[in-house]
């Protein structure tokens, strides 16, 4: 059972709950019982699963509430927050100090991916503007000097190791104080791979911190390590000061509930996780966040800042939509962007109901974003700018033309159409109003970014990333209440209340 699972167990037991036209003592259990299994199911500590039912019992006193509040909501709310507990443990994350050297200490069962780790956080920092350097002082397992040099090449950091001397705190102690004198800003120092019954490498481990006096001691944590997490993340608190805990191969398999119970044996923060096999693999860790997009509530603000990472303040697109302009050469130039972003998969799970879309695993987001553009790229520079329309021959010459099939040339367009409906929405929620904030370097606040929510209909953005198209869009929505006439939203288009053309060939 991997964490997706978990969310969709979690999410579905708040839907059934909701679903609910009497709220009782009964409905409260079963819901209890349903996230708690979910939470069983993927490893967590019993003994955790069962202080946070009785957390979630003790705030939701159903007899003591007054009448006319939503008590769903209410229930809602409490099992949000229980969960954010089971992986916060209310002490602030480390954050280095500029202006001195930082030394850290990895530390971690063998195979957890230490070296690994230890090379993604230099670089996430050297991307940052700080100077750091590694160290390797895992003297234990043969290849670890050579794994983490090539690393630390490929990253162009500093490195110190030794072939010839096999004491690890001779080796970390003199790696601290040459990068020390070097003014390194932070010093980050791999060791060898432990398990809880290895006395004489926990010996050594305790050495090394005695030796190199660490600011911070990272518990490097597999997240598939299951039922065994709790104590074996016990051992190394009991040994060492560990401040910190970085999850390894989220992007795996992994039923994840382990590194729940390593939070709670450490009393330590997580503070970042580590999301696929590359360098640059390694996300900031926010429990909040985490636990709103694993229950599909997607994290807006996260998403946006990330946009501002690759779209330029200057950016002419931004301008056009920031005025309320949207053509097709701005759509191409914001989807050219968004591929700098990565993997769509990752970025798409920022989206409210989109924490598990099979459609988007692997590459095929940024393959199909990649086709929009190669289709757009075969466009006039009129029709880019919207100063010539798009007929059904022109569509058909433009599937030729690209190597498309004619069905994503009409999806294109009808998306386009979408979007542009959108972004000329006026007033504070508006598209326009926010492109017009990210332009002037400003982000935008919860209440802005619940207004953009609230203008895509339900379903939209999952079926466009789909390859469902417009088409699935408008059947999907048929007899939903509350939407009015979305056909008129996309500007009529596309005929037949929303299927392709007739004589498309799309049949």
Not at 18 to 37: D, H, R, Y
Not at 123 to 129: H, L, M, P, Q
Not at 206 to 226: A, H, L, R, W, Y
Not at 321 to 350: C, E, H, N, V, Y
Request: hydrophobic share 40%.
């Amino acid at each position: 059972m991997v964490l997706g699972d978990l969310g969709n167990q979690i999410s579905s037991a708040l839907a059934a709950m909701s679903n609910t036209t009497i709220i009782n003592e009964e409905t409260v259990n079963n819901l209890l019982k349903e996230v708690g299994n979910a939470l069983s199911k993927a490893d967590v500590s019993m003994n955790l699963i069962i202080q946070m039912r009785k957390n979630i019992k003790d705030k939701i006193k159903l007899d003591q509430m007054a009448a006319g509040l939503n008590k769903k909501k209410i229930i809602r709310e409490v099992v949000f927050e229980e969960l954010i507990k089971l992986l916060d443990p209310g002490v602030p994350a480390w954050k280095p100090v500029k202006g001195k050297p930082n030394v850290v200490m990895f530390v971690g069962l063998q195979g957890a991916g230490k070296t690994t780790s230890v090379t993604k956080l230099a670089f996430f920092y050297k991307s940052k503007g700080w100077n750091t350097a590694m160290v390797c002082a895992d003297t234990f397992r043969a290849g670890a000097f050579d794994q983490l040099r090539h690393n630390a090449t490929k990253a162009g950091i500093p490195y110190y190791g030794s072939e010839e001397v096999k004491d690890p705190v001779m080796v970390a102690k003199k790696g601290v104080e040459i990068f020390k004198k070097e003014g390194a800003e932070i010093i980050i120092v791999d060791t060898s791979g432990r398990h809880k019954q290895d006395n004489e490498l926990f010996e050594e481990m305790k050495q090394i911190e005695t030796s190199i006096k660490p600011d911070n001691v990272i518990f490097v944590m597999d997240s598939s390590i299951g039922q065994a997490a709790y104590e074996q993340a016990t051992a190394f608190k009991t040994s060492v000061k560990v401040g910190s805990i970085i999850i390894t191969k989220m992007d795996g398999n992994s039923k994840g509930g382990g590194a729940i119970s390593g939070v709670a044996a450490t009393k330590s923060p997580i503070i970042f996780i580590g999301t696929g096999e590359h360098i640059p693999n390694l996300e900031l860790f926010n429990a909040q966040t985490f636990v709103s997009k694993l229950l599909g509530y997607g994290d807006l603000s996260g998403m946006f800042n990330k946009i501002q990472e690759v779209i330029p303040e200057d950016s002419q697109s931004l301008k056009e939509i920031a005025s309320g302009k949207f053509t097709l050469r701005s759509m191409q130039a914001q989807f050219q962007q968004i591929l700098k972003l990565g993997p769509i998969d990752q970025f798409i799970g920022m989206i409210p109901g989109m924490n598990n879309m099979p459609q988007l695993q692997g590459n095929e987001g940024n393959l199909k974003l990649k086709a929009y553009i190669n289709i757009m790229d075969s466009m006039s520079e009129k029709e880019l700018d919207g100063k010539k329309p798009i007929n059904q021959k022109r569509m058909l010459s433009l599937a030729q033309g690209s190597g498309r099939h004619p069905r994503e040339i009409y999806e294109l367009l009808e998306q386009y159409k979408a979007f542009e409906k959108m972004i000329g929405t006026k007033g504070p929620g508006g598209f326009s109003n926010l492109a017009n904030m990210a332009s002037k370097g400003g982000v935008p606040n919860a209440k802005n970014l619940q207004q953009l929510a609230n203008m895509v209909p339900p379903g939209l953005m999952k079926q466009m990333a789909s390859g469902g198209g417009m088409a699935n869009i408008l059947n999907s929505l048929k007899g939903m209440k509350g939407m009015g006439d979305l056909s008129k939203m996309m500007g009529g288009a596309g005929g037949g209340g929303g299927g392709f053309p007739s004589g498309f060939g799309l049949d």
